[in-house]
């Protein structure tokens, strides 16, 4: 059975901390591995990764795909009370998508 | 501004009543989707639609229908067939069909039955 397993599911850190947030699947026909933050109700897209080793920034997030080890991690430097919020993994194959449970993120100032 | 747009915020129904949950999107992308939220738990798909008057079911369809007669416009309807209808729901959009892609989430809705 297809799986996406996200870790840790829940993280309390202090502002200017880095955390890494892990991502490994289990999932047949891989076709992208994608990173959303969902802070309040909508997730909002952050990295779409298809790649091995190829990494993706932006600012002070940045994410990287293993797919040999199957694993995906997003890093988050310098973090702020804004970064707060749920961080989401999903696969997707062509006929679906599967989603982890999410990191729940709290930033303490 | 372009965007999806999700009515109402929060619903209360009370159990045994069908619900109809409103999502529209001015991104003019073809496919549309619905995903249900539950705590702890991750997005799970109800149906999806990549293209006008066509429609698939995700993984947990039943109890759930929905329609595409526009581009812009996929209401989901919650039947009281749902056994645990209570949840935030999420519709989304992308530019074309398939799940290798960005997807551009709505702010859900929070339906409550009781």
């Known amino acids: 059975e297809d799986k996406v397993v996200q870790s840790p599911l829940s993280l309390v850190v202090h502002e200017g901390d880095t955390v890494t947030l892990n991502c490994s699947y289990e999932?047949?026909?891989?076709?992208?591995l994608l990173w959303y933050k969902q802070e309040k109700k909508a997730p909002t897209f952050l990295f779409m990764l298809?790649?091995?080793?190829i990494e993706k920034k932006s600012g002070r997030l940045s994410s990287i795909l293993d797919k040999k080890e199957l694993f995906s991690i997003l890093n988050i430097t310098a973090t702020q009370t804004g970064d707060s919020a749920i961080y989401l993994c999903?696969?997707?194959?062509?006929?679906?998508?599967?989603f982890g449970k999410g990191t729940r993120l709290h930033i303490l100032p | 501004d372009g965007g999806i747009t999700q009515s109402p915020k929060y619903l209360f129904r009370k159990e045994g009543q069908n619900v109809t949950l409103s999502c529209e999107q001015n991104?003019?992308?073809?496919?549309m989707y619905w995903y249900r939220q539950d705590p702890g738990q991750g997005l799970r798909l109800i149906y999806y639609s990549q293209i006008v008057n066509d429609f698939q079911k995700g993984d947990i369809a039943e109890g759930y229908s929905v329609s595409r007669e526009k581009k812009e416009s996929f209401p989901l309807t919650v039947t009281s067939a749902q056994k645990n209808p209570t949840a935030f729901y999420l519709c989304?959009?992308?530019?074309?069909?398939?799940?290798?892609?960005?997807?551009?989430f709505g702010p859900g809705t929070r339906l409550t039955v009781t």
């Open positions: 991104l003019n992308h073809d496919a």
């Open positions: 989304a959009s992308s530019i074309v069909g398939g799940f290798s892609y960005e997807q551009y």
């Open positions: 999932v047949t026909n891989f076709r992208s």
């Open positions: 298809t790649s091995s080793g």
């Open positions: 999903a696969v997707g194959r062509d006929d679906k998508i599967i």
